[in-house]
């Protein structure tokens, strides 16, 4: 043991007096400890796992299977992992399904309409019969099962989707060479009806079978049948078996008998096919295998069924029916979209009364059909169109095409076509609102102008010089128009032509007019029903006339929930000014121009011919006091006609339907038109001492009932052996080109 004597203190004294080390010193020292404290706890994890996995090794060796059970355990992992993958699968396929649910699907179905024409006639329904008033136990038991049998025999038995019924359903397809039997379950069918559509798609299948489990999970059997009974498409534009039973056997669905239950039945899966208005022969063979299926299933015996099959249903005798498709299409979209902004608060079922003209309508249709069967061939035109309404927008008919039962798609309404020279009227109204000092009687030029490398021609390839504004519109002058576009715009074509596109806008087109530099002389898309409203601002004095078809509407209850005089006040677009000089230029097309062939004697007549570019479309839109109307004609195809023009087919269409269209109408002049045809006919027509009667007077003097029409109106038809495509009168039209297309010169066609 070392011993400290007080020699020794200074020196240890001044070893703990030394100043600390740096900062720096200080930091590289921590780091060597920390790397060595890393080192260690790694090494030690290192050993501690090693000796982990040692013993677990020797634990999962008692665990080994060989053999039988080896196979087993490892179906069963397989089992598990391709379970969990097809449950993140159907997830995936079901999400899509579920979606078509988030909306209150029970209160928000298509609606049930009922319409009426301007007479207080019911002319047909549309939509799903929604009337719940029939109870599942108001439905005849014989009619229930008859649907069970047929379309699924174990619906209280299984739970949306039946295999056992599809797999006999396959069988019995394979048997027969096609397809005999569905194998949709009628929860599966409902959920079609109600969320999806008709489309022949896997992803359709796939979102049928979801929704038909959800069904099952939010319904009782006994709801899902009731809504299956209401909502099933059953022909004839009859949703459900209560407008079925109305409409194939007019009575009440309670009253129906075992026979009519059968071939009602049978619709279910094909109500075209068997539709006994359409095939009665087939309706009642398919009737007879829905017989023998209740037999099959254990509802009726075979002695039950002999009646029925000895004593067929025989359905209402609906050949001689013909019904307003095209308007009812038509007026059926407006409705719902009227209900989609709430305009009849919640109710689904409707009584809608409209201004359809029921004699009107079939002698449009017949008029359109003659026409065509007469002069289709020689000027190679397929298809023609057109639209009468009221001057404040009250359709009165509409003839989409020639053939409802051939083709469904409505040319008058959504039917895009270029107007030609039709469109010029939105231009000189441009014109005569931003210029004041212009009127029919000014002076404008006809001479050569270009924008770009595009210069429009007229028919005759040449240029009439100094003229009035009237004679450029009678004589349907191409340069004008363009030319208008450029004052408009104060040099700015393009800014002149942005004020036209709005004119035709606020006076009723309502499909975006596409900016070209041809645009003044039509060549933008319209619909024959849009030129109709917008020519119809002419005739009312310069009022908006949006096309309607709710006069009134009543709900189930009969209860008034909207009328369009109460509820829709007019707007004035346009100033009185225009509409009279426009109204007193567009009648001097009709009676010195290219309308010619409109003229109705001792009715004052205004409108516009057009044509476009290689004569694919041939117009003619023109107006009286009471209405307007609006004719195309063309191919579907667009391939071109032969030398049709707006004033041959189309304005002998037009003078030939609103001639039958102002029997018994109070004639109403046309703001700012003159009177003088109709002063010139009744000169010329009647004797002396029958001058001092007005126009309107002595058309109507001369006239036929409108009963007297519907009875012999059809026999003039027969008699028509005069080809009025000779008739005189006849002047030149310069349309416009079909697109702006920029070449250096461009002739329109007549």
């Known amino acids: 043991m070392t011993q400290v004597g007080p020699a020794d203190l200074p020196r240890r004294t001044a070893v703990s007096q030394q100043p600390p080390l740096p900062f720096t010193t200080r930091i590289k020292r921590a780091a060597l400890a920390f790397d060595a404290w890393l080192n260690s706890a790694l090494f030690q994890g290192r050993s501690g796992l090693g000796s982990a996995w040692d013993w677990y090794s020797e634990k999962m060796k008692c665990l080994r299977f060989r ?25 995936a396929l079901a999400l899509p399904a579920f979606r078509e649910t988030e909306d209150d699907w029970l209160k928000t179905q298509d609606l049930a309409v009922t319409f009426l024409d301007r007479y207080g006639q019911e002319v047909g329904r549309r939509g799903l019969n929604l009337d ?72 359709r299948k796939i979102k049928e079978a979801f929704l038909a489990l959800w069904l099952e999970f939010h319904l009782t ?73 209740m037999v099959e299933a254990g509802f009726l015996t075979e002695g039950q069924i002999q009646i029925a099959r000895r004593n067929p249903a025989t359905p209402v005798n609906r050949e001689r029916e013909t019904t307003p498709d095209f308007y009812l299409d038509w007026a059926f979209e407006q409705v719902k979209l009227q209900a989609s902004q709430k305009k009849f608060g919640n109710e689904r079922v409707l009584i809608v009364k409209t201004p359809l003209d029921t004699a009107l309508q079939r002698h449009a249709e017949q008029t359109l059909e003659n026409m065509l069967r007469q002069h289709g061939r020689q000027y190679k035109a397929g298809q023609g169109a057109l639209v009468v309404m009221d001057v404040d927008g009250a359709v009165r008919a509409i003839v989409g095409g020639r053939d409802y039962g051939q083709s469904q798609f409505n040319r ?51 240029f009439s010089g100094s003229m009035s504004l009237t004679s450029a519109l009678a004589r349907s002058i191409n340069s004008i128009p363009v030319r208008m576009s450029l004052e408009i715009g104060k040099g700015n074509a393009k800014a002149g032509r942005a004020v036209i596109v709005d004119t035709a806008k606020r006076m009723g087109l309502t499909h975006p007019l596409t900016d070209s530099s041809s645009l003044p002389i039509g060549a933008a898309e319209v619909t024959v029903i849009d030129m109709a409203a917008a020519y119809a601002v002419f005739a009312n004095g310069g009022k908006r006339a949006d096309p309607y078809a709710a006069w009134e509407v009543r709900n189930s209850s009969g209860e008034v929930i909207f009328s369009r005089d109460r509820d829709t006040p007019p707007k004035q677009v346009l100033d009185t000014r225009v509409v009279q000089d426009m109204n007193f230029m567009l009648n001097k097309v009709v009676e010195e121009g290219t309308g010619k062939r409109a003229i109705i004697e001792g009715i004052p007549a205004a409108g516009k011919t057009g ?36 004033g041959t087919l189309p304005a002998m269409t037009w003078q030939e339907v609103m001639k039958v269209a102002h029997q018994n109408l109070e004639i109403r002049p046309i703001p700012g038109a003159s009177p003088a045809n109709a002063n010139r006919v009744a000169s010329a027509n009647r004797p002396a001492a029958d001058q001092a009667q007005s126009p309107s007077q002595a058309f109507l003097a001369g006239t036929l009932s409108r009963r007297s029409y519907e009875v012999l109106g059809g026999i003039g038809t027969l008699f028509q052996s005069v080809d009025r495509s000779v008739t005189t009168g006849k002047a030149p039209e310069a349309p416009r080109s079909s697109a702006a297309v920029n070449t250096p010169r461009q002739v329109a066609m007549p």
């Open 67 to 91: 053999g039988a059970p080896r196979v087993l355990l490892d179906l069963t992992s397989e089992a598990t992992t391709l379970g969990a993958t097809g449950a993140v699968v159907m997830l």
């Open 132 to 203: 719940d008033s029939y109870k599942l136990e108001d439905f005849p038991d014989h009619l229930i099962k008859a649907a069970l049998a047929t379309e699924d025999r174990r619906f209280y038995d299984h739970w949306g989707i039946d295999p056992i019924g599809t797999f006999r359903a396959l069988l019995v397809n394979a048997q027969g060479g096609g397809v005999v039997q569905g194998g949709s379950s009628i929860t599966q069918q409902l959920a079609k009806n109600l969320f999806l559509t008709n489309e022949r798609s896997l992803e």
């Open 221 to 293: 059997k006994d709801e899902i049948l009731k809504l299956y009974l209401d909502r099933a498409y059953m022909g004839g534009g009859a949703h459900g078996a209560v407008a079925a039973a109305d409409y194939y056997f007019a009575k009440p669905a309670k009253d129906l008998t075992l026979a009519e239950s059968a071939m009602l039945a049978g619709l279910f899966k094909a109500p075209t096919k068997y539709a006994p208005h359409i095939n009665l022969p087939a309706a009642r063979a398919r009737a007879n295998e829905v017989l023998r299926n």
């Open 412 to 462: 008058a309404t959504g039917g895009l076509r270029q107007p030609g020279s039709s469109f010029k009227p939105f231009v000189y109204a441009a014109a005569m609102t931003t210029n004041p000092k212009l009127r029919p009687n000014s002076n404008v030029v006809d001479q050569p102008i270009c924008l770009g490398n595009w210069c429009p021609q007229n028919y005759n390839r040449s």
């Open 611 to 646: 044509t476009t570019n290689g004569y694919k479309d041939a117009w003619f839109v023109g107006y009286t006091g009471n209405l307007v109307a609006s004719v195309w004609y063309g191919n579907d195809d667009s391939t071109p006609m032969n030398d049709m023009t707006g």
